[in-house]
T-cell receptor, first 111, second 116 residues
Framework: GDSVTQMEGPVTLSEEAFLTINCTYT??????LFWYVQYPGEGLQLLLK?????DKGSNKGFEATYRKETTSFHLEKGSVQVSDSAVYFC??????????FGSGTRLSIRP | EAGVTQFPSHSVIEKGQTVTLRCDPI?????LYWYRRVMGKEIKFLLH????????ESGMPNNRFLAERTGGTYSTLKVQPAELEDSGVYFC??????????????FGPGTRLTVL
């Protein structure tokens, strides 16, 4: 069945550092891919998405490119801020109308 | 426009008790989903309603869980009797009528359930 694997956390970085959170997926066909974020005390929010191969999703300085060849959707940001501290989930939209999530990566940014 | 709301935000109960979680979707959204995250693991799908009908309940863990959506508006998820392994965060999501390959789901803040 469909699945998502993302790097385990926690990840701790200093402010202005470069961020990469790896994500790979297994799916039949070409699913839509997402990154969701959960800030402390809040619900899940869609951070960015890509619906076909080579698409780049971007939002709030974060980017991820849909790589069909490597079945990957790595999340990157050039300069993280303290306010980016949150749990990040990589996910795909399966053909069965449900979202398949990875296990989440907790990111902490030091001032 | 109000987003997806869930009640309560946090529930602490003892093993063997009953708990009912409620989800109010975005007004007009026919699709309603329940997910849960247990023990810091991945968020897993539980079930999907289209209006008041259960479209897919393949993720429901066992018969201690009962979901309803009477009238096709809000939904409840009852756990009876609760077990320790049911502790986690239960998320609800809704989306408008399915029109194509992708239909964005909007998530609520979740209910944190702790079973002691």
């Amino acid at each position: 069945g469909d699945s998502v694997t993302q790097m385990e956390g926690p990840v701790t970085l200093s402010e202005e550092a470069f961020l990469t959170i790896n994500c790979t997926y297994t799916a039949t066909g070409y699913p839509s891919l997402f990154w969701y974020v959960q800030y402390p005390g809040e619900g899940l929010q869609l951070l960015l998405k890509a619906t076909k191969a080579d698409d780049k999703g971007s939002n709030k300085g974060f980017e991820a490119t849909y790589r069909k060849e490597t079945t990957s959707f790595h999340l990157e940001k050039g300069s993280v801020q303290v306010s980016d501290s949150a749990v990040y989930f990589c996910a795909l939209y399966s053909s069965a109308s449900k979202i398949i999530f990875g296990s989440g990566t907790r990111l902490s940014i030091r001032p | 426009e109000a987003g997806v709301t869930q009640f309560p935000s946090h529930s602490v109960i003892e093993k063997g008790q009953t708990v009912t979680l409620r989800c109010d979707p975005i007004s007009g959204h026919d699709n309603l989903y329940w997910y849960r995250r247990v023990m810091g693991k991945e968020i897993k799908f539980l079930l999907h309603f289209v209006k008041e009908s259960k479209q897919d309940e393949s993720g429901m863990p066992n018969n201690r869980f009962l979901a309803e959506r009477t009238g096709g508006t809000y939904s409840t998820l009852k756990v009876q009797p609760a077990e320790l392994e049911d502790s986690g965060v239960y998320f609800c999501a809704s989306s408008p009528f399915y029109r194509g390959l992708y239909n964005e789901q909007f998530f609520g803040p979740g209910t944190r359930l702790t079973v002691l």
